[in-house]
């Protein structure tokens, strides 16, 4: 600890030897720094916060595109705001066109802004404008002139569009509908020179498999036609004609076989219809029966000659039968029609091959004008729907949330801080430079070191003998190095005035 205690000692006395040199060089670059420092142009920044929203008369839904539209305006708005047209106004509306000879300078003061203006975008519809100049007020004018340029100039050039839009969508829907008029007069034509006489509708291509279309449907009712003619023909042969008197319906019949033979009808009915015996219908009307023959045994008979009545079961299968073959025959007579058709356009077809091409290409022209103009019609509904909105109210809500603020410190440089940091270095290369040239001159400030490094032992040493006149001069010269020393820090402190002063100033 000791040593390291003199070693400090020495370098002290080290500088303290030699403090003018060290004095001078904190002069020297303290001047050089503070020139530096001074030639730095000021900037300041003028923030403001606005608030964009596009907005639109028209419910949700009305317009399927709406919502995109508007995502797509945000973007453009925060795109456009900066835009070089914006920036040339800016210019010419506000102090920056001072000193402004030619288009050259105001493209050079644009690119100047298109680096000096930032727009962040913090959320969905809020942004905020940061503008760099040279003044506070100047930065605070381009912010508002900027802001004062977009809300001038959006709602007019939205409806200057949207009304170019409509002028272009109405030549072309004119164009589209002259073109659609010639393919159907041509389809119309064509249709009744070669296709009038053909059954159907479309192209012989599609009158044919329409044709086969309906003639698989009516195979399939025939097929199921005639099999439920064979079930009830079948049920029709194993039923007898007559039965005894006890089971069927004759003149003067009791209440009760005649409630018999209406049971007894329900019956083969379900059957015919493909009932099975599980059927609720079926037993029930089983359970009906067995009680309908037991109150029928204590009735008088009154039969016929033979004792025996018609079976009703019976009659009423052979009335099935006959709406079962009827329609059996109109199937029969609709798949005849059918083929008919098929044949007539399958001859057609082969006769003629060139006239079918021409019709599928006749309908695929007119199917295409007629679904583009379709298109093209709704489009410009929308946009008529929007520019009539646009009309009545502003598509755009601009809001200004945060007004441009006029700073008053610069943001760059910090000078302060800088002028602080200058004189701190001047300082410390001053005691380095009175420290390096004590290393460079070798002297000894004590009998200690001069031992240690000539490795002889020092029997005693001298002091200093001063007199009077050298006490006076020695006090003198310290006043100098005092009042020297002083003036670097009233400079500092002069140059820290100066700077507070113009910043009032500038705000």
């Known amino acids: 600890m000791t040593g390291l205690f003199e070693e400090l000692r020495i370098a002290l006395h080290t500088v303290w030897t030699r403090r003018w040199l060290g004095l001078a060089v904190a002069w020297c670059v303290c001047v050089a720094g503070w020139l530096v420092v001074s030639q730095m142009p000021s900037k300041y920044d003028s923030?403001?916060?606005?608030?964009?929203?596009?907005?639109?008369?028209?419910?949700?839904?009305t317009d399927p595109g709406v919502a995109a539209?508007?995502?797509?305006?945000i973007d453009t708005v925060r795109q456009t705001?900066?835009?070089?047209?914006?920036?040339?106004k800016v210019v010419r509306g506000t102090d920056l066109a001072q000193g402004v000879a030619s288009d050259r300078d105001v493209a050079d003061r644009v690119a100047g802004l298109q680096t000096a203006i930032k727009v962040v975008a913090q959320q969905n519809?809020?942004?905020e404008i940061t503008t760099t100049a040279a003044s506070p007020k100047l930065a605070a004018a381009i912010t508002q002139k900027l802001i004062d340029i977009f809300v001038e100039t959006n709602l007019s050039d939205d409806r200057r569009q949207a009304t170019q839009t409509l002028a272009f969508l109405d030549g072309q829907l004119g164009t589209l509908g002259a073109k659609l008029q010639d393919a159907e007069a041509k389809r119309t034509d064509f249709q009744n020179r070669y296709l009038g006489a053909l059954p159907g509708?479309?192209?012989?291509?599609d009158r044919i498999g329409a044709a086969r279309t309906q003639m698989s449907q009516v195979d399939g009712d025939l097929a199921a036609a005639a099999s439920s003619l064979a079930a009830v023909q079948g049920q029709m042969a194993a039923t007898p004609r007559s039965v005894a008197g006890g089971g069927g319906i004759?003149?003067?019949?009791g209440p009760a076989r005649a409630r018999l033979a209406a049971i007894q009808g329900q019956l083969a009915d379900a059957r015919g219809r493909g009932y099975t015996d599980n059927h609720p219908d079926v037993v029930a009307l089983k359970q009906q029966l067995a009680l309908a023959q037991a109150a029928a045994r204590g009735e008088p008979v009154a039969a016929g000659g033979d004792g025996s009545v018609a079976n009703p079961a019976f009659l009423s299968l052979q009335a099935m039968v006959a709406d079962r073959q009827s329609a059996v025959a109109a199937l029969q007579m609709r798949r005849r029609q059918l083929q008919g058709d098929l044949d007539q356009l399958t001859a057609k077809l082969a006769g003629d091959p060139a006239v079918a091409a021409e019709q599928g290409e006749i309908d695929r022209s007119a199917t295409v004008l007629k679904d583009q103009y379709d298109q093209l019609l709704a489009q410009r509904e929308q946009v008529s729907l929007r520019a009539q909105a646009q009309t009545q109210t502003d598509a755009v809500k601009f809001s200004v949330i945060d007004p441009p603020t006029a700073p008053r410190v610069p943001t760059a440089p910090n000078r302060p801080l800088l002028l602080s940091g200058v004189l701190v270095?001047?300082?410390l290369a001053g005691v380095g430079a009175a420290f390096a040239m004590g290393q460079v001159q070798a002297t000894f400030a004590t009998a200690q070191r001069l031992e240690k490094v000539s490795g002889m032992t020092v029997i005693g040493s001298v002091g200093e003998m001063l007199t009077r006149r050298q006490e006076e001069e020695r006090r003198r010269r310290l006043k100098w190095?005092?009042?020297a020393t002083a003036a670097l820090a009233v400079a500092y402190v002069g140059l820290l005035g100066l700077e507070m002063v113009q910043r009032g100033l500038a705000a």
Request: charged share 10%; net charge positive.
């Open 425 to 427: 270095a001047g300082l």
């Open 125 to 127: 519809n809020l942004f």
């Open 81 to 88: 705001l900066t835009s070089a047209v914006n920036l040339e």
């Open 201 to 205: 509708t479309g192209t012989i291509s």
């Open 47 to 61: 923030r403001a916060r606005v608030f964009v929203q596009m907005r639109s008369v028209l419910p949700a839904g």
């Open 481 to 483: 190095f005092a009042g």
């Open 69 to 73: 539209s508007q995502a797509q305006d």
């Open 250 to 253: 004759a003149p003067g019949m």
